[in-house]
């Protein structure tokens, strides 16, 4: 991969990027693409596809439920062998207690590029979840778990984390977010000032709910935030009604590898990531009873006021779709390539981002070694971005997987599991988890506040601040 600590950040989600020099230069060499923890090269015979389990393709809005069962899937950890303790996410800060929704949304205008096809068309099915500010009643209602017990199940078996963290031995059902179940929205919100709204993807392979920490975070600060699985790339997306749909990566990714055509791969994925986000886009422009929020937050999103954010492939995912569409006013890239190549200094295959700039602030924020002089898309997106507001910062000691709740999930599983520190350190790095979380949230809300709200931010994201040492400005 050339330089220490290079690695394939598009195409990883939460996984460790350094791979040791061996394995990189047959990574190179075979165009292998490395997403939700597999390495697929050359000499890879094959790999099953996925699809949807169950029959038919939903439509309409119907809320999704939540994982009814957890505790009983727990229980069936245990007796498996699964460490049945459950791991825990730190509690947002703001003044805010979390409501959330999710919502099952179907284009109807779009086939869906991954499934389908033989003279079977099957409409593109997406998951997304609304967290706001709830008001003071919401501990009355139930914390949504970070995945449902059958996400959960698909995760274990296909996870970024992997190899070092074990499978079958984790309960990851067992997890809730801060965010309650169909709380009301908050009724002081400033004299009734609407909500403005930030997105958010997941890196490759990931599902949604991997950048909880940051997004209940930002929900407690007043703020709309609307997650976004990207179905049959994560590893499962549960549907209404129990169905799920698992990824097709593994297969598209030997098919391509087959075929010499990772990079059309790696730029169809992005273009998905994309299109989804621009139909999620114009569900929330929907007024009255066509809009696919309930009732009470009908009317309370600020549409006019919209970011963007995401780690790895997710970050991308957030910068390209700025530049593709004008309703995007900021975006934060959490270490994510944004080019279609396997390796951070290359600067083959641009993604038009990379060719045209941005016109719109966009905040960079890397790993150690990740900046705009060693990352060629960086390099490319900071050098055609003329007069745009732009930042680049480094989290001093962190890693990949860092930039999502594996920052805090992680260091627990080694507990229960008994990983060794190199393993933790390859996923995590060396910065301190709280220090790194709480740098984390300070720039993120900071660079909304100021770009979505017009609020001072105390100098925070104009220089060094002594608060926050573990962050490097990168000039």
Same mark, same amino acid.
């Given at each position: 991969?050339?330089?220490?600590? !290079?690695?394939?950040?598009?195409?990883?989600?939460?996984?460790?990027?350094?791979?040791?020099?061996?394995?990189?230069?047959?990574?190179?060499?075979?165009? $292998?693409?490395?997403?939700?923890?597999?390495?697929?090269?050359?000499?890879?015979?094959?790999?099953?596809?996925?699809?949807?389990?169950?029959?038919?393709?939903?439509?309409?809005?119907?809320?999704?439920?939540? $994982?009814?069962?957890?505790?009983?899937?727990?229980?069936?950890?245990?007796?498996?062998?699964?460490?049945?303790?459950?791991?825990?996410?730190?509690?947002?800060?703001?003044?805010?207690?979390?409501?959330?929704?999710?919502?099952?949304?179907? *284009?109807?205008?779009?086939? *869906?590029?991954?499934?389908?096809?033989?003279?079977? =068309?099957?409409?593109?099915?997406?998951?997304?979840?609304?967290?706001?500010? $709830?008001?003071?009643?919401?501990?009355?209602?139930?914390?949504?778990?970070?995945?449902? =017990?059958?996400?959960?199940?698909?995760?274990?078996?296909?996870?970024?984390?992997?190899?070092?963290?074990? +499978? @079958?031995?984790?309960?990851?059902?067992?997890?809730?977010?801060?965010?309650?179940?169909? !709380?009301?929205?908050?009724?002081?919100?400033? =004299?009734?000032?609407?909500?403005?709204? #930030?997105?958010?993807?997941?890196?490759?392979?990931?599902?949604?709910? %991997?950048?909880?920490?940051?997004?209940?975070?930002?929900?407690?600060?007043?703020?709309?935030?609307?997650?976004?699985?990207?179905?049959?790339?994560?590893?499962?997306?549960?549907?209404?009604?129990?169905?799920?749909?698992?990824?097709?990566?593994?297969?598209?990714?030997?098919?391509?590898?087959?075929?010499?055509?990772?990079?059309?791969?790696?730029?169809?994925?992005?273009?998905?990531?994309?299109?989804?986000?621009? %139909? #999620?886009?114009?569900?929330?422009?929907?007024?009255?009873?066509?809009?696919? /929020?309930? +009732?009470?937050?009908?009317?309370?999103?600020?549409?006019?006021?919209?970011?963007?954010?995401?780690?790895?492939?997710?970050? %991308?995912?957030?910068?390209?779709?700025?530049?593709?569409?004008?309703?995007?006013?900021?975006?934060?890239?959490?270490?994510?390539?944004?080019?279609?190549?396997?390796?951070?200094?290359?600067?083959?295959?641009?993604?038009? #981002?990379?060719?045209?700039?941005?016109?719109?602030?966009?905040? /960079?924020? @890397?790993?150690?070694?990740?900046?705009?002089?060693?990352? =060629?898309?960086?390099?490319?997106?900071?050098?055609?971005?003329?007069?745009?507001?732009?930042?680049? /910062?480094?989290?001093?000691?962190?890693?990949?997987?860092?930039?999502?709740?594996?920052?805090?999930?992680?260091?627990?599983?080694?507990?229960?599991?008994?990983?060794?520190?190199?393993?933790?350190?390859? /996923?995590?790095?060396?910065?301190?988890?709280? +220090?790194? #979380?709480?740098?984390?949230? $300070?720039?993120?809300?900071?660079?909304?506040?100021?770009?979505?709200? @017009?609020?001072?931010?105390?100098?925070?994201?104009?220089?060094?601040?002594?608060?926050?040492?573990?962050?490097? %400005?990168?000039?």
């Amino acid at each position: 991969m050339g330089r220490e600590g !290079a690695g394939n950040a598009w195409q990883r989600g939460t996984g460790a990027r350094r791979v040791d020099g061996r394995s990189a230069r047959r990574a190179g060499a075979a165009g $292998a693409l490395v997403v939700a923890g597999l390495l697929v090269a050359a000499s890879v015979g094959g790999c099953s596809g996925a699809g949807a389990d169950g029959a038919g393709t939903g439509a309409g809005r119907t809320p999704r439920t939540s $994982a009814a069962g957890t505790g009983a899937s727990a229980g069936a950890a245990a007796r498996t062998g699964v460490a049945a303790a459950p791991l825990t996410l730190p509690a947002p800060t703001g003044r805010y207690p979390v409501g959330t929704v999710s919502l099952h949304l179907v *284009d109807h205008r779009r086939q *869906d590029p991954w499934v389908g096809g033989r003279g079977r =068309a099957v409409p593109r099915e997406l998951m997304v979840s609304v967290r706001y500010p $709830a008001g003071a009643g919401a501990g009355r209602y139930p914390r949504a778990p970070q995945l449902t =017990a059958r996400e959960a199940a698909g995760f274990d078996g296909l996870n970024n984390f992997s190899p070092p963290v074990p +499978r @079958g031995k984790v309960a990851w059902a067992a997890t809730r977010t801060y965010a309650h179940e169909g !709380a009301p929205v908050a009724g002081d919100r400033q =004299a009734g000032r609407r909500l403005p709204v #930030v997105l958010y993807s997941p890196g490759a392979g990931d599902p949604r709910s %991997f950048g909880s920490t940051l997004c209940d975070e930002l929900a407690s600060r007043g703020y709309a935030v609307v997650t976004i699985d990207h179905p049959y790339e994560a590893p499962a997306v549960e549907f209404p009604g129990g169905r799920v749909a698992r990824s097709v990566m593994p297969a598209e990714m030997v098919k391509a590898q087959k075929a010499g055509r990772m990079t059309q791969l790696l730029k169809k994925v992005s273009g998905v990531r994309v299109a989804d986000t621009r %139909f #999620v886009l114009d569900e929330l422009d929907k007024r009255g009873a066509a809009s696919p /929020l309930p +009732r009470g937050l009908r009317g309370v999103l600020d549409t006019g006021a919209v970011g963007m954010f995401g780690q790895s492939a997710g970050g %991308f995912t957030a910068a390209q779709t700025m530049h593709d569409d004008r309703r995007i006013r900021a975006a934060a890239n959490l270490d994510g390539v944004m080019g279609y190549t396997q390796r951070d200094d290359d600067p083959s295959n641009p993604s038009t #981002v990379g060719r045209d700039g941005v016109d719109r602030p966009l905040l /960079l924020m @890397g790993m150690a070694g990740d900046d705009h002089h060693t990352v =060629a898309s960086w390099g490319a997106v900071w050098r055609h971005s003329k007069g745009a507001w732009m930042r680049d /910062l480094t989290l001093r000691g962190g890693r990949h997987a860092g930039f999502t709740d594996g920052q805090t999930l992680i260091p627990q599983v080694a507990r229960q599991v008994g990983l060794p520190r190199k393993d933790v350190e390859k /996923l995590l790095g060396t910065v301190d988890p709280v +220090r790194s #979380v709480a740098a984390q949230r $300070a720039y993120v809300t900071a660079f909304f506040d100021r770009w979505l709200r @017009g609020r001072a931010d105390g100098g925070l994201l104009d220089g060094p601040s002594s608060r926050y040492p573990e962050v490097k %400005f990168v000039r």
